[in-house]
């Protein structure tokens, strides 16, 4: 058990796991804001051995090296690498602190936004026409970049829907290759393709000039990840084609300040991931990490 729980900000906790919290600490403290600064952090952690922290804020390693008292620092969002997390992991490790993330708990909605949005292109369901006759999911070739979990419930979903699919990772999948979802290079992928998928963990940027080049006109360039996959001054200039769409839900993804309505841009600044089943999905992996190291 531990003495002191400060969760720091809000963490999409659910309800009941709330109420589990209080039973694994002496004292469980919760906060309802953003913290504004590393002096407010400290301020909230205090004299806590646990801390629980979402996306929003960044445990600095000048954080770390102030709150003595921490053993644990639970991250209530996914953790896919320390160079990409909001927790300065190497500082925590330093001082024999343990650092517990997730993944993989609002993939589900990010599949349903991914066909909601494609479905509305191809019919011209909502917005302006983009083809003379509508088209179907069937037969659309359609290019992964990022064979990860969401990456391949993407290929799976459209997989079924007809699409003809093909994947680019840094490690190949045979699994997947078994149902027939081809491998290949990132160029030929790009240019094979008339749909593109980035499904990538944050702070890759996977797209450059010359990618884009690859790429070409006319195509839909769909970004799944928590941040921008392309550099942003190559984004910009391959989007000056209007016969080019990008896509994505939230504003993050875009990588520059955007009108996220107009011209070649379709983005619904909503997380698609969030919703009530992803909630107690975290809420149960949180828990879960929580008691494990207990």
Same mark, same amino acid.
């Given at each position: 058990m531990f003495r002191k729980i400060a969760v720091i900000e809000p963490c999409s906790l659910v309800p009941w796991a709330e109420e589990k919290l209080k039973t694994l600490a002496e004292k469980t403290v919760f906060y309802h804001d953003i913290p504004k600064d590393d002096a407010e952090i400290m301020r909230r952690i205090g004299n806590a051995d646990c801390v629980l922290v979402s996306y929003t804020t960044r445990i600095s390693r000048s954080v770390i090296e102030h709150c003595p008292d921490l053993k644990y620092i639970g991250m209530c969002c996914s953790l896919y690498s320390k160079e990409s997390a909001n927790v300065d992991i190497a500082a925590a490790e330093e001082r024999?602190?343990?650092?517990?993330?997730i993944r993989d708990y609002g993939d589900r909605g990010v599949v349903e936004y991914i066909l909601w949005q494609l479905i509305g292109i191809l019919h011209g369901f909502g917005q302006t026409p983009r083809y003379e006759i509508p088209r179907e999911i069937t037969g659309l070739k359609v290019g992964i970049a990022g064979l990860g979990v969401s990456g391949t419930m993407?290929?799976?979903?459209?997989?079924?829907?007809?699409? +003809?699919?093909?994947?680019?990772?840094?490690?190949?999948?045979?699994?997947? +290759?078994?149902?027939?979802?081809?491998c290949l290079p990132l160029d030929e992928l790009l240019k094979n393709s008339e749909v593109v998928f980035t499904c990538l963990n944050k702070n890759v940027i996977l797209l450059d000039s010359d990618r884009f080049a690859a790429l070409g006109s006319g195509k839909i360039l769909f970004n799944t990840s928590i941040g921008p996959s392309a550099e942003p001054e190559a984004l910009k200039a391959w989007l000056e084609n209007p016969k080019n769409l990008y896509c994505?839900?939230?504003?993050?993804?875009?990588?520059?300040?955007?009108?996220?309505?107009?011209?070649?841009?379709?983005?619904?600044?909503?997380?698609?991931?969030?919703?009530?089943?992803?909630?107690?999905?975290?809420?149960?992996?949180?828990?879960?990490?929580? +008691? +494990?190291?207990?």
């Amino acid at each position: 058990m531990f003495r002191k729980i400060a969760v720091i900000e809000p963490c999409s906790l659910v309800p009941w796991a709330e109420e589990k919290l209080k039973t694994l600490a002496e004292k469980t403290v919760f906060y309802h804001d953003i913290p504004k600064d590393d002096a407010e952090i400290m301020r909230r952690i205090g004299n806590a051995d646990c801390v629980l922290v979402s996306y929003t804020t960044r445990i600095s390693r000048s954080v770390i090296e102030h709150c003595p008292d921490l053993k644990y620092i639970g991250m209530c969002c996914s953790l896919y690498s320390k160079e990409s997390a909001n927790v300065d992991i190497a500082a925590a490790e330093e001082r024999g602190i343990v650092v517990r993330g997730i993944r993989d708990y609002g993939d589900r909605g990010v599949v349903e936004y991914i066909l909601w949005q494609l479905i509305g292109i191809l019919h011209g369901f909502g917005q302006t026409p983009r083809y003379e006759i509508p088209r179907e999911i069937t037969g659309l070739k359609v290019g992964i970049a990022g064979l990860g979990v969401s990456g391949t419930m993407i290929a799976d979903a459209l997989r079924y829907m007809g699409a +003809e699919v093909s994947y680019y990772s840094r490690t190949r999948k045979p699994l997947q +290759e078994k149902k027939g979802i081809a491998c290949l290079p990132l160029d030929e992928l790009l240019k094979n393709s008339e749909v593109v998928f980035t499904c990538l963990n944050k702070n890759v940027i996977l797209l450059d000039s010359d990618r884009f080049a690859a790429l070409g006109s006319g195509k839909i360039l769909f970004n799944t990840s928590i941040g921008p996959s392309a550099e942003p001054e190559a984004l910009k200039a391959w989007l000056e084609n209007p016969k080019n769409l990008y896509c994505c839900d939230t504003r993050a993804a875009i990588g520059f300040d955007a009108d996220r309505t107009a011209g070649n841009i379709l983005c619904m600044n909503v997380s698609a991931g969030r919703t009530a089943q992803a909630f107690e999905l975290l809420s149960r992996k949180v828990l879960d990490n929580l +008691e +494990e190291f207990i």
